[in-house]
């Protein structure tokens, strides 16, 4: 998706490391979104950001610290991954809440935790 | 429509036919609807979008139906194409005031 980029793309790592994704949006978009992705589950939220040095927690935040020190950058941390981290990850972005147009999403994050 | 345990529900159709998928919202303030496709390997992607003073949208080969009174959202994909398989889910919004909230899936498998 152009505009939102998200890396690694796969990401392997062993229980108890501390790993971050990263997201960057060039859209200037205040919304940022972390969502995780399971089979059985869809897309569940993880944390969110309306704008620089603001963020708030989602439906499942523990385990993750994020931060937004940048409009454009969201990163996503694992301070010490545990297997039931294994998941999709998926960064989004959008000018407000509702989005016109919804959010725009990235290719993905793929992380197992091994 | 949504799933139930680990699987998603699968609808397969005929290259051709129509396809009809199906969402339940819970949310009665809910006010902004969204239907994303997913490929294998990709990020959702925006198809259409309705809201709530609307029962009705159409789109490219897409149509979207709602139906406040049983909370009830439909995609409707005109002559299925291959390129159409995929899981597709419905978000809902309300006012803006929190994040959207995205339904578990229905995968579209189109047999050639």
Excluded at chain 2, 77 to 106: H, M, R, W
């Amino acid at each position: 998706d152009a505009g939102i980029t998200q890396s690694p793309r796969y990401k392997i790592t062993e229980t108890g490391r501390q790993v971050t994704l990263m997201c960057h949006q060039t859209w200037s978009h205040s919304y940022m979104f972390w969502y995780r992705q399971d089979l059985g589950h869809g897309l569940r939220l993880i944390y969110y950001s309306a704008a620089a040095d603001i963020t708030d927690k989602g439906e499942v935040p523990d385990g993750y610290v994020v931060s937004r020190s940048k409009t454009e950058n969201f990163p996503l941390t694992l301070e010490s991954a545990t297997r039931s981290q294994t998941s999709v990850y998926f960064c989004a972005s959008s000018g407000n809440f509702a989005g016109n147009y919804g959010y725009t999403f990235g290719s993905g994050t793929r992380l197992t935790v091994v | 429509g949504e799933s139930v345990g680990l699987h998603l529900p699968t609808l397969s159709v005929q290259e051709g036919d129509n396809s009809i998928i199906n969402c339940a919202y819970s949310n009665s303030a809910s006010d902004y609807f969204i239907w994303y496709k997913q490929e294998s390997g990709k990020g959702p992607q925006f198809i259409i979008d309705i809201r709530s003073n609307m029962d009705k949208r159409q789109g490219q080969r897409v149509t979207v139906l709602l139906n406040k009174t049983v909370k009830h959202l439909s995609l409707q994909i005109a002559a299925t194409q291959p390129g159409d398989s995929a899981v597709y889910f419905c978000a809902e919004g309300a006012s803006g005031n929190t994040p959207l909230v995205f339904g578990k899936g229905t995968r579209l498998s189109v047999i050639a």
